[in-house]
């Protein structure tokens, strides 16, 4: 839904450095999924590090290139989808008995991560065009 994908922008946006942690707590609606969460490698497995409620507190490593389906979870029922944040990190959704996840939400789960992951980068302080960043009026 491109409404629900302009709502996480524009809070995304407001958010700095938080804009992973919130992306979190905003993809269960914006998916329509029961869950989600944002998982770090650790040693041989993984750490759940921001998770919505109903997500478990144990998930699987999995290395990403792309958004992409997973294996459904050890209870059968639970549909599973994954986009990378860097090597070492991924957002994860889960969706209780379907239905699976189309091509276009894998898209989307992909933007939505990058970008996130974009506003929540450090800028290095003093880089502003020289022009102050403004737009210029048009002649």
């Known amino acids: 839904n491109l409404f629900l994908d302009l709502e996480v ?8 450095a938080d804009a992973l942690d919130g992306l ?14 944002r998982v770090e490698r650790s040693g041989a497995g993984a750490d759940v590090v921001r998770a919505t409620d109903a997500a478990p507190s144990e998930l699987p490593w999995v290395d990403l290139l792309q958004a992409t389906r997973l294996p459904e979870l050890d209870d059968g029922v639970t549909l599973v989808c994954a986009a990378p944040i860097s090597p070492g990190a991924m957002v994860v959704l889960g969706r209780i008995g379907g239905p699976a996840f189309l091509d276009s939400e894998l898209a ?9 992951t974009s506003i929540a980068r450090p800028h290095p302080p003093g880089r502003v065009p020289p022009d102050g960043g403004r737009v210029p009026e048009p002649s």
């Open 9 to 16: 922008v524009e809070e995304l946006t407001t958010l700095g």
């Open 24 to 37: 979190v707590g905003m993809l269960p609606i914006t998916f329509r999924v029961d869950w989600a969460a």
């Open 108 to 116: 989307r789960l992909g933007h939505l991560v990058s970008l996130a």
